[in-house]
């Protein structure tokens, strides 16, 4: 794997450092392990979904949580061996395919950029967000007045 160095942006650039950081947390996670697999898509102009396959795991085994821009799901197995009964069974695998192991996932999520809903279906987690720009950083149309001003009291001659 390839390692960058980004100091030199340190040393010439002022104010941008959290794109650094963003560059060099990007580095970081790419080299983390596969699992679980995942999608991103846009739906539309400010929508997105992120889907991440979650077999086996239930929704209170799941957690999401954004903190400053870093939306973090993670999933904690509980122990394999309770059929839901409370009643512990010995299990023994000839083959055990699925993984049921326990993860983190993080994606570092653009400013203004919301979660909006989360859904668990045939073992895919979707995560909907959406890109929520406030009111002063939506275009606005300014109105162009005609530049001819009254002075109080006269009115304007007509030509």
Do not use: C
Not at 73 to 96: I, M, S, Y
Not at 140 to 145: A, F, L, N, V, Y
Request: proline letters at 4%.
């Amino acid at each position: 794997m390839r390692t960058y160095d980004f100091s030199p942006l340190y040393r010439s650039a002022v104010g941008f450092d959290r794109l650094a950081n963003l560059l060099e947390s990007a580095a970081r996670t790419s080299q983390e392990n596969g699992w679980p697999p995942y999608n991103i898509e846009t739906t539309g102009e400010n929508a997105y979904r992120i889907e991440i396959a979650v077999a086996g795991f239930k929704p209170d085994e799941l957690n999401i949580e954004v903190k400053e821009n870093l939306l973090t799901v993670t999933g904690r197995k509980a122990a394999n061996d309770l059929p839901g009964d409370g009643v512990t069974v010995e299990r023994n695998f000839l083959h055990r395919g699925l993984a049921e192991r326990d993860f983190e996932r993080r994606f570092q999520l653009a400013d203004y950029v919301v979660v909006k809903t989360a859904d668990l279906s045939n073992g895919l987690l979707s995560i909907e967000l959406a890109r929520e720009l406030p009111e002063a950083l939506k275009p606005r149309r300014i109105e162009i007045g005609s530049g001819s001003k009254l002075i109080e009291g006269k009115k304007a001659k007509a030509a």
